[in-house]
């Protein structure tokens, strides 16, 4: 399944208050959000019914909450709000090679998980970067985390 094309300005003021209150939030606001900033829907398409949702920041103390832009319509009809959500717990064990994906949405997302969504455009960076030699990856295949377990 190909990830959602909805794109919108983020709401700045309120997303700061948001991240000035959340807990966990960064230290200081305005470094981590321009005020022309837009975010990317990261859910997989879907109808009108859902509401699109772009990760806006990951809680720094508290560990599976993060704050989501959640908005629905477009333009003057745009409806939005800003929420601390928990995370998915659904991991993708691929067994051949030993690797765990999580899923980076928030729990109860609608649709797949994104280990199921492709972006066409992460795809070429990933590619770009993989034919890159001094690029970090960010590979955890040893480590066993198993969050669906109590
Ligand atoms: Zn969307
Ligand atoms: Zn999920």
């Given at each position: 399944?190909?990830?959602?094309?909805?794109?919108?300005?983020?709401?700045?003021?309120?997303?700061?208050?948001?991240?000035?209150t959340?807990?966990?939030?960064?230290?200081?606001?305005?470094?981590?959000?321009?005020?022309?900033?837009?975010l990317?829907?990261?859910?997989?398409?879907?109808?009108?019914?859902?509401?699109?949702?772009?990760?806006?920041?990951?809680?720094?103390?508290?560990?599976?909450?993060?704050?989501?832009?959640?908005?629905?319509?477009?333009?003057?009809?745009?409806?939005?709000?800003?929420?601390?959500?928990?995370?998915?717990?659904?991991?993708?064990?691929?067994?051949?090679?030993?690797?765990?994906?999580?899923?980076?949405?928030?729990?109860?997302?609608?649709?797949?998980?994104?280990?199921?969504?492709?972006?066409?455009?992460g795809?070429?960076?990933?590619?770009?970067?993989?034919?890159?030699?001094?690029?970090?990856?960010?590979?955890?295949?040893?480590?066993?985390?198993?969050?669906?377990?109590?």
């Open positions: 399944m190909l990830q959602c094309t909805a794109v919108t300005a983020v709401p700045y003021y309120e997303a700061l208050l948001a991240l000035a959340m807990e966990g939030g960064p230290e200081y606001p305005p470094e981590v959000l321009a005020p022309d900033e837009f990317l829907c990261e859910l997989g398409e879907h109808g009108d019914g859902v509401e699109h949702a772009a990760h806006v920041w990951t809680a720094q103390t508290v560990d599976d909450r993060d704050l989501w832009l959640f908005w629905a319509g477009t333009g003057a009809h745009r409806v939005h709000r800003l929420d601390v959500v928990r995370l998915c717990p659904a991991v993708l064990r691929d067994l051949a090679t030993r690797t765990v994906t999580v899923c980076t949405y928030f729990d109860h997302h609608p649709g797949p998980h994104s280990f199921s969504v492709t972006d066409p455009l795809e070429l960076i990933t590619e770009r970067a993989e034919t890159d030699p001094d690029t970090d990856t960010d590979s955890d295949s040893d480590t066993d985390t198993d969050t669906d377990e109590p």
